[in-house]
């Protein structure tokens, strides 16, 4: 960790973005277009909160925890920016993965991400918790070659936005939470592919019908609306998301025809 390049190793953790379920036209209206999937495809909660995430080293004893934008903390109390409530949240998690047996492959680094959630997180907090609440979900786990923090920056970018980065399965993710004990964001369904809903209303109905309110709410306080829903495919080879608010602002100002340009979205 001393002679580490943090930037590299930044840049070689750092979450992609998602797509939306259907493409965005002009002005953040959805288009009657669908992401295609096919096979078995897994729905999980979307939680609004603070995407975090725990990097562990391939000795699996050291780790860096972060954002998806920076680097907050490293193990032993160096920290680069203890401001942050994701290392509140997720630095007992670390410990505990690092001080045990942890489930390595060669020499990769292993890097968690999870929604920290709750008090003090993001302007929807307040829909998690009435209280100084403060939460955590896994939804995603990526294995990296350690050799790749040698290569330049503009290297690394190209090579992550290429999708570089190796993305554990659904089977992994669970094997991984029960060994563990670390919380998954809610599975709501697991249907297959051409049984999504393809029309922008009928989408917004399906999320209505399958998660009409958080599933992880952290008190009795807590508001309860929800953000949406994630949909990967169970080997993960396409991943995309349905908020509520794009469906919602779509219908309310053009409910039966949805027009304009499209443009990709980005992860929020």
């Known amino acids: 960790m001393t002679t580490l390049n943090l930037a590299a190793l930044h840049s070689a953790t750092k979450y992609p973005s998602i797509l939306t379920y259907h493409a965005l036209g002009d002005r953040g209206a959805l288009l009657e277009e669908a992401t295609p999937f096919h096979g078995e495809v897994v729905a999980t909660e979307k939680i609004d909160g603070a995407n975090g995430r725990i990097i562990v080293m391939p000795d699996g004893q050291d780790y860096v925890i972060g954002s998806r934008e920076e680097l ?30 942890f489930p390595l492959t060669g020499n990769r680094i292993t890097t968690l991400y999870l929604e920290v959630y709750g008090s003090q997180v ?14 955590y979900r896994l939804f995603d786990v990526s294995s ?12 690394i970018a190209a090579w992550r936005d290429r999708g570089g980065q190796d993305w554990w399965d659904e089977g992994a993710l669970q094997n991984l939470t029960a060994t563990e004990g670390i919380p998954l964001t809610p599975r709501l369904a697991v249907v297959q592919g051409d049984e999504l809903p393809t029309s922008v209303e009928a989408m917004h109905q399906w999320l209505t019908a399958i998660l009409p309110s958080t599933l992880v709410p952290l008190d009795q306080g807590a508001g309860g609306k929800p953000e949406g829903v994630v949909l990967r495919s169970s080997d993960r080879t396409t991943i995309a998301k349905a908020r509520f608010v794009n469906y919602e602002k779509t219908l309310r100002h053009n409910p039966r025809q949805v027009q304009g340009g499209k443009k990709p979205a980005t992860t929020g």
């Open 72 to 101: 907050f903390h490293a193990k032993g109390d160096r920290v680069f920016n203890p401001a942050s409530r994701i290392v509140e949240a997720l630095k007992p998690l670390a410990d505990h993965l690092t001080a045990g047996p």
């Open 122 to 135: 993001g302007a929807a907090q307040k829909q998690y918790a009435g209280e100084d609440s403060i939460g």
């Open 144 to 155: 990296v070659d350690a050799d790749v923090l040698g290569w330049g920056q503009e290297r």
